[in-house]
């Protein structure tokens, strides 16, 4: 099955269980270099209808037998750019454990992409450490991935979107609060601090010992910059979210002084079977879609 179920333990997987040919989804193999020289890999994903893909099989099965694998087609993007949603991964696994939630959005017209940071799936290797919360580098390979897809034919550089979860959604976060060419942004699980996090952190999960990075810029915490953030945010979180619960999302949406929304989902948790996408499916996807589209509709 496939979840955005982030852990807050540094836990980066090389290979992939799964790629999208697997399920007859079109893509390409892109790199990218962050300015310190580490090379990136992800999946760009062309606006495609489900013809040829296993439908049955996307966000049911992980690893597709060879039996069941169909057969690539020819990747197209003839109808030209379209608005697109950058999905950030988390703390844990690549981004193939994205697959499910691309198809949700290259399926209604947009192209998609999503990237591995340094040190997990194919991207280039990186010593990292399993307490640590993140690594503050993977805000330059964001960067990178941002400054990357502006550039690609499938892509309106004027309608570009963000999606992030739990680690993706401070990470995404921190760039529509140092950048002005994002059209909209979701964020499921977001923070406050990286302090708030270790000490909300600590009680869930007592015997572990979380380091936040020193060099993470403080003015790029959500709380710290929220309220300076006019790209339109719609944050989501679980009414039962003992990670990043629910009076984080409220004390940074109270923040925010452009267009914003916040959606507490009844009965989920923080990710996994449990979390908002899972408990609240397809409404999530709905939700998001419908959201993007307000705001990629105003930027004409």
């Known amino acids: 099955m496939f979840f955005s179920e982030s852990l807050f333990a540094m836990k980066p997987l090389r290979q992939y269980p799964c790629i999208p040919s697997d399920f007859g989804i079109q893509y390409r193999v892109v790199s990218f270099t962050a300015e310190d020289g580490i090379c990136l890999k992800g999946w760009l994903y062309p606006a495609q209808d489900t013809a040829g893909i296993a439908n049955d099989l996307v966000g049911r099965m992980m690893v597709v037998p060879d039996s069941l694998k169909r057969a690539l087609a020819d990747y197209d993007y003839a109808d030209g750019p379209k608005p697109t949603i950058i999905i950030c991964g988390g703390d844990a696994g690549n981004m193939a ?147 990043t619960p629910v009076w984080m999302s409220q004390a940074v949406y109270d923040k925010l002084p452009g267009p914003k929304e916040l959606w507490i989902v009844p009965e989920a948790e923080h990710g996994g079977k449990n979390g908002p996408e899972m408990i609240s499916y397809p409404e999530f996807f709905t939700k998001t879609l419908i959201f993007y589209e307000r705001y990629f509709c105003r930027n004409h």
């Open 97 to 243: 454990f994205s697959i499910f939630y691309a198809y949700h959005y290259f399926t209604k017209g947009y192209t998609v992409l999503t990237f591995d940071w340094r040190g997990f799936g194919a991207s280039d290797p990186w010593d990292i450490a399993e307490d640590d919360l993140c690594c503050t580098e993977f805000l330059i390979d964001y960067a990178a991935a941002i400054d990357f897809i502006k550039t690609q034919p499938e892509v309106d550089s004027e309608k570009i979107g963000l999606m992030g979860f739990s680690t993706g959604a401070y990470l995404s976060f921190a760039m529509i609060a140092q950048r002005n060419d994002i059209a909209a942004y979701v964020g499921r699980a977001l923070i406050t601090s990286l302090g708030d996090l270790v000490t909300n952190l600590q009680k869930v999960d007592p015997d572990r010992n979380f380091t936040i990075p020193e060099d993470y810029p403080d003015s790029l915490l959500p709380i710290e910059s929220a309220d300076e953030v006019t790209t339109p945010v719609f944050l989501i979180v679980g009414e039962k979210d003992e990670r």
